[in-house]
């Protein structure tokens, strides 16, 4: 008996011992099985081909452990825009774990396409492809704009990812960080899947973007300063990032606890293409709840030509705390909006309720309007109603907003049981607005007096993602470099006056904890300061120098720091930066 058992023990052990090995990635590297990879930096140009990869994953029930690896790419070059390649690609599978895994330096990290069961789990795709931005901090340029309204080709590809998902259902992404990139997650066609505890903060496009995509849960992830088209005082135009973008047909996704503060938009929903040529379904039915979008420089939320709930949200300091164009029964219920120039906008809307909200410091709290003229080439006109019409208006509290409602072309208004604090004018309308009632609608005061609950999908551990978030508040947090948004993890000088025109420059100094040295300049004269610590303010002189501009390259010493292009410069090792400015 123990002859026959010890050929099976042995023939174990070996197996064991094969599985065990850890595995050295080459270009190429096909797997079909679980493995571990040996631990260290891969440095591996990728071909300049979405159908190719550095490594190629095709199989079942595969758990590839990357040991904290990283796979470093283009290898030639330091800038972000002529980054090439994949670095990973997941096809036709079913239950593939992907792990501890690092990626730079790629137009796309990790591609999977037609896998069910997908799993990333404390992931760091970092640095790979942005876009080099042409706007500067005194005039935007228009060439910087993005647009993500057509992905049935994969168009959204030209801008890159981290990582690209696509018909990849059941998916989970948890525990992951990119920063320093152009988009983090995009998902396409991709359902029923669970997005948590992730950090995609820091990038020049898109935090999490979805197409055609429903019935997913995105929880308690940290998206800030996804953004871009931003000069503080100059222009606020975000150029179409937003921390959420949801696009073309996604439908009952569910929204909570998310951070996406300093992002273009903070949540961006559009119906989508097929819904403006034919008029059929949108975005229907996405609860999003319980999140932070303030401080964006477009909207703090944008639902537009769909039916959904927005609830108990925090939006301050935005442009437009909620934009809500063509808004069909929808809810606006529970949020707090505050230092908003027009809290909730809404044209062309129907039987649309805003209720239990707390408005705080606004030009306008409320605007409701449509046009008289529609864009030709709009086929959902043609399928709809579009008047604005039907809005219940009640239980918000108002306070220092200067209009509380400004209205026109809009019929049956029911506003009623409203707190009004300290304002300017409580209406402002005009005989287009037809049938404003604001006595109280009791069968409307007893269906908003009950209350209603959602049910929360339980999550592990669930993140903070509002932890430490009041640090960076405001949008003047907000300054856009050549890539992207700063983030506050080396050194900068930042001229703060951009368009003044009387000669003297002011630069603000920040940075983590050091001390500062001008190396040289040209172009300015009298220099307030020439060395000290970090955060510092100074001011020089434009000399009239025609088209050479100003030059000021300064040396930093301090602590460890992580540059703008990910690289890490270690505690006492002077580190060189600059300012340029053309004119």
């Known amino acids: 008996m123990i002859k026959r058992i010890l050929p099976v023990l042995i023939a174990c052990v070996y197996c064991l011992a094969v599985y065990s090995q850890e595995k050295v990635v080459a270009d190429g590297m096909k797997i079909n099985k679980s493995m571990k990879i040996k631990k260290t930096v891969y440095k591996i140009d990728a071909a300049n081909n979405v159908e190719r990869s550095v490594i190629f994953i095709e199989g079942n029930n595969i758990t590839v452990n990357f040991n904290n690896s990283t796979l470093k790419g283009s290898n030639t070059t330091k800038r972000p825009d002529e980054f090439v390649g994949v670095a990973i690609m997941i096809i036709n599978s079913k239950n593939v774990t992907i792990k501890n895994l690092k990626v730079k330096g790629y137009k796309i990290a990790l591609l999977a396409k037609n896998t069910e069961g997908l ?79 992730n950090d995609f903060s820091f990038n020049s496009g898109i935090g999490i973007g979805m197409y055609r995509c429903s019935r997913n849960k995105v929880m308690y992830n940290k998206v800030n300063f996804n953004v871009r ?7 606020s135009r975000g150029q179409d990032s937003a ?41 229907n039915d996405n609860i999003i709840m319980s999140n932070n979008f303030s401080y964006a420089p477009a ?43 027009i809290d909730i906008a809404i044209e062309h809307g129907q039987q649309n309720k805003i209720t239990y909200n707390i408005f705080y410091v606004s030009k306008e709290a409320i605007r409701l309007w449509a046009r008289n003229e529609q864009p030709a080439d709009w086929g959902y006109v043609k399928y709809h109603d579009i008047k604005s019409r039907d809005y219940t208006i009640a239980f918000n509290n108002f306070n220092r907003c200067q209009i509380i409602l400004n209205a026109n072309h809009t019929e049956r208004l029911s506003v009623f049981s409203n707190i009004y604090g300290e304002h300017e004018k409580l209406f402002n309308i005009d005989s287009t607005v037809v049938d404003l009632d604001t006595t109280i609608n009791q069968e409307l005061y007893d269906e908003l007096s009950v209350d209603t609950t959602v049910s929360i999908p339980e999550v592990l551990n669930p993140n903070d993602p509002f932890k430490d978030g009041g640090k960076l508040a405001g949008r003047k947090n907000i300054m856009i470099t050549e890539w992207g948004p700063y983030d506050f993890r080396s050194p900068i000088i930042w001229n703060s006056n951009p368009t003044d025109t009387n000669g003297l420059m002011k630069f603000d100094l920040l940075g983590p904890k050091g001390k500062w040295r001008i190396k040289s300049f040209k172009g300015i004269s009298g220099i307030s300061k020439m060395s000290g610590e970090f955060p510092a303010s100074i001011t020089a002189q434009k000399i009239n120098t025609g088209k050479t501009g100003v030059l000021i390259e300064l040396e930093y010493t301090g602590s460890s720091i992580i540059t703008a292009f990910g690289e890490t410069v270690i505690a006492g090792k002077p580190f060189r930066f600059y300012l340029k400015r053309a004119f």
């Open 299 to 341: 909207n703090g939320v944008e639902v537009t030509f769909s039916r959904n709930i927005v609830s108990d949200n925090r939006l301050f300091g935005c442009d437009y705390g909620i934009w809500g164009g063509y808004s069909f029964e929808s809810n606006f219920s529970n949020n707090k909006l505050r230092d908003n120039r």
């Open 229 to 235: 088209g931003y000069s503080e005082g100059v222009y």
């Open 119 to 197: 799993i990333l789990d404390n992931c760091d795709l970092s640095y790979n492809y942005r876009q080099h931005l042409n706007s500067t901090q005194e005039k935007e340029d228009v060439s910087d704009w993005m647009s993500y309204h057509h992905n049935e080709k994969d168009e959204w590809l030209r801008y890159g990812a981290a990582i690209y998902l696509r018909n990849c259902n059941g998916a989970m992404i948890k525990n992951c960080r990119v920063t320093g990139g152009q988009n983090a997650l995009m998902m396409m066609e991709c359902n029923d899947g669970m997005i948590y505890n």
């Open 243 to 283: 921390g959420i973008l949801v696009y073309e047909q996604s439908n009952n996704n569910f929204f909570y606890k998310n951070s996406a503060t300093h992002s273009g938009d903070g949540f961006f929903l559009w119906a989508g293409q097929t819904t403006m040529d034919n008029g059929q379904g949108g975005c």
